[in-house]
């Protein structure tokens, strides 16, 4: 009866597996604060997709750990980087079984750590960072990705980037915008799954977690500016941003359960303090109900099989 009435619904292929691939690791290194996640190598990845794809899942994410970083993140735009190599594998791998998507952010690749580009005095340089991100667009395209992921909150993103792929004749590569995203507590462990340099914060330009009507209006700009799906992130202290984007734009909304949320359910879960696997499946049950049509999960291939 239950079963018959219920009014939200977890599927296999509404969820996207986030992976982590590290240049020139000869083995899986485990990510301790993400017990069950690791930073991959080429080949493990390359299993990851083809099982994810197995699973039925609705998609992968890839984001690279290169080993060298500089100011600018020169190491995004080498087709040789860690993460370009990894999109074409894993598109030669998988890519016809469902969309391969790639985060386009200059973090994982600067020596400060910061998601663009500083000027003279240290500040961001949000439309120096723009001209890096388009130029990172077309080598996740030359890759073969099909969507592309821009995570950094630079103003004006989303345009320059459909602009960029569209001049270059890529206009069949779509855009998964990060558009609501707050400068969280929960993403601590992802800075350790990307090795991140990363002093100081976000705050200048992740939103305010307070501000609700904000995260509304940055996805109906990054709708007016060409995003397919726009993207909440965190999820679980965000449930209620979830559901006011999803009211107000005409395009699919994604959710990211991010690490910090992982981690928190794994560590609660390791002490026998809560039962693992009906949290897990609770967890994602909320986001949907909250109004996400996906969710970006670490546990999406192991939710998979729950379901
Ligand atoms: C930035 C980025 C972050 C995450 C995804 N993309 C970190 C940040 O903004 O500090 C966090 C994901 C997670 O915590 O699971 N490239």
């Known amino acids: 009866m239950r079963r018959l009435v219920a009014e939200t619904h977890v599927r ?5 597996l ?53 100011a600018t993140g020169s190491g995004a735009l080498d087709p040789a980087g860690i993460l370009n190599v990894a999109i074409a594998d894993v598109v030669a791998e998988v890519g016809d079984a469902f969309p391969v998507m790639s985060d386009l ?3 994982e690749f600067t020596d400060h750590g910061h998601c663009g580009v500083l000027d003279e005095s240290g500040q961001i340089d949000n439309d120096a960072t723009l001209e890096i991100y388009a130029q990172m667009a077309l080598a ?20 320059v980037i459909r602009r960029a792929l569209d001049a270059a004749g890529h206009a069949q590569v779509g855009i998964l915008a990060y558009s609501a995203k707050y400068a969280s507590s929960f993403y601590g462990p992802f800075r350790e799954a990307v090795d991140s340099s990363l002093q100081g914060d976000r705050r200048t330009y992740q939103q305010d977690g307070g501000n609700a009507r904000e995260g509304v209006r940055e996805a109906l700009l990054d709708v007016a500016e060409g995003a397919d799906i726009v993207m909440v992130k965190p999820a679980l202290a965000y449930l209620d941003v979830i559901t006011a984007v999803r009211a107000a734009v005409p395009v699919p909304v994604a959710a990211y359960n991010i690490s910090g949320e992982y981690a928190m359910v794994e560590a609660a879960a390791a002490n ?16 949907r109900r909250a109004g996400a049509d996906v969710i970006l999960t670490y546990w999406a291939a192991e939710a998979a099989r729950l379901l």
């Open 18 to 70: 986030p992976v982590f691939v590290r240049e020139q690791a000869t083995e899986p290194v485990p990510i301790t604060s993400m017990p069950g996640v690791v930073q991959h190598t080429r080949d493990s990845l390359r299993r990851a997709a083809v099982e994810a794809a197995e699973l039925g899942l609705g998609g992968i994410m890839l984001f690279g750990v290169p080993l060298a970083k500089d």
């Open 140 to 159: 996740h395209a030359a890759a073969g990705v099909d969507l592309v992921g821009p995570s950094g909150m630079m103003d004006g993103q989303v345009g």
């Open 105 to 107: 952010c200059l973090d």
């Open 272 to 287: 026998g303090w809560i039962d693992r696997e009906a949290a897990i499946i609770e967890t994602l049950t909320s986001i």
């Open 12 to 16: 296999p292929g509404q969820l996207i």
